[in-house]
């Protein structure tokens, strides 16, 4: 079966320019979904970025990259962050490369669509011309019938003149008719020999190129999106990295390193002697024998309980209740 | 250099629990955000799925699905659909099994963290004793001392009682002393050998199961929004399908069989000769001479002008002013 919309539906203007229209529908709801489709994205895109932004670590304590946990939580924002990006270049993608150009293209599609209907106005043919010399003729061929009749009927004198009378008028507006009707059939002919078959034809490859132009903008769409991808993957396998990356044995031992005050745990308290100046009847020696005396101390000795300390001992296990 | 907190840290517990409370401070923000992230990819996921919803071709077109361009743009929605789905997953992964899971495991870790302060607690020891015992011990040397003095000038029938009474008594006190002292030593000993570097062991093993929870969390989260990946590209792809599916001709072609009358365009029309009855002068042949007459229609004919018509005609290209 032929396609062509020229020879085929030359009867059918109401319901092309209908399906047309709908066409034109189509394109402007699809441009919408790609603008609405771009604005979540674009709403997403911000949402992770501040996300990002938001938990980065204060750097109030400017030891945290010393600490692999908040170096790889760092790392893994940094990775969010670049995603965001990503989204937003999608979401800028979808509404200027696609949206607006959809909708530039839509109103040359229209304004096109006007220029081809204008063609067609300009193309009708009148059929009011063919019935007005129509009736006139055949008023004229009853009225020349009739002057005939009469003729017939009374004196000869008067009879040639009235109805020759009558038949040139008949015969004028036959010519007149025949003019009307010839032209009638010549336009009419052109119309839907000629004229229809270019015009529709035309409307069926502005159909054509709208459902070719819809197609090219859901594969831009698709590709767009799928760019993303690869660049989400990258993102993600360094988060990934990141978190692997974290060391919780060396993140103790730079607690070690940023605390340790070098000092020994504090030795025996010795004994004070105030009894040196007496004379005593009792040997010092039953309380020596109990003192832990004579312990070695091969590191520098933690100065407890002396005022002006370098570094203060472990407080909260002793409670000094001077 | 050594990392372990119980040897090398015995007097940093401030800075330890500043330390481990910070570490458990970042847990519960770092929960807070894979929340948060989660709650974002929900309301994503929602936007899509209602996108998707909002576009979808009312059926009030029976015959959409003739169409490719309506069929592809059908199935590119119903992709987008999945992909919510897909990322309605990952927020409830995120959510339920990491930030949930971690929730639980800082109540774990919090109250494990309780109870090793409370060893800790248990342990300490105080020097009250020792000073208290110490002052007394001072204070009757000293008064030993006075009445040995004042022996030494007066009679020597009470001198030996008075000095004796008094040096008794400083050498209870200074066996009070030597008593306190011990205990003192021995447990300030326990404490620094024995219960720091036990307690602090465990909170340094705390430490580093954190770390490496906040490890495995990060892990998790990265690798379920990479198992999204593989399935959005697979609908990305359906999508690039369902775009290239998209046949401009064919969509052309079925409008002509939805719409196609069958009727060809209409032929001339015909001389009505109302002159018939008339005694003419003049030959017919002039006008008949420029009808288009005798043109043959192999196909049937469009019912032009009659009433009834069970086809209308193409109205739109003729203004029939009767």
């Known amino acids: 079966m032929s396609c062509n919309w020229g020879t085929e539906l030359w009867d059918q203007f109401d319901n092309l320019e209908k399906h047309t229209n709908w066409g034109i529908d189509f394109l402007e709801r699809y441009t919408k979904f790609v603008k ?19 938990f980065h670590l204060k750097r109030s304590r400017e030891d945290d990259s010393r600490f692999t946990w908040c170096v790889a939580f760092a790392a893994t924002l940094q990775q969010l962050n670049d995603m965001a990006a990503q989204r937003e270049d999608l979401a800028d993608c979808l509404h200027t490369q696609i949206a607006c150009d959809l909708t530039r293209y839509t109103q040359e599609l229209k304004a096109e669509r006007k220029t081809v209907s204008q063609a067609g106005v300009q193309g009708r043919f009148h059929v009011l011309g063919v019935f ?15 002057a005939q009749h009469v003729s017939d009927r009374i004196d000869l004198d008067n009879k040639a003149d009235g109805e020759k009378q009558k038949q040139q008028a008949a015969e004028e507006s036959r010519k007149e008719y025949v ?23 035309r409307i069926q490859d502005m159909e054509e190129r709208r459902i070719e132009r819809i197609a090219e903008a859901m594969r831009s769409a698709a590709e767009s999106e799928r760019k993303v991808l690869p660049a989400a993957s990258r993102c993600l396998d360094a988060m990934m990295d990141a978190a692997e990356s974290i060391q919780p044995r060396k993140d103790t031992g730079h607690v070690v390193e940023v ?24 040997s010092e020696s039953s309380y020596l024998d109990n003192r832990a005396e004579g312990r070695k101390h091969s590191r520098k000795l933690w100065p407890f309980l002396r005022k002006n300390k370098t570094r203060p001992p472990d407080r909260s296990w002793q409670r000094v209740e001077e």
Chains 1, 2 share one sequence.
């Open 179 to 201: 003019t009307s009707l010839n032209q009638f059939n010549q336009d009419q002919h052109q119309h839907y020999r000629t004229l229809v078959p270019v015009i529709y034809q």
């Open 132 to 146: 007005q010399s129509k009736r006139r003729f055949e008023r004229d061929c009853k009225e020349a019938e009739r």
């Open 36 to 54: 609405e489709r771009a604005d979540i994205e674009l709403s997403y895109a911000k949402q992770i970025r501040s996300l990002s932004k938001k």
């Open 259 to 282: 605390y340790k005050s070098g000092f020994d745990p504090p030795g025996d308290v010795e004994f004070e002697d105030y009894s040196a100046n007496m004379r005593r009847s009792i």
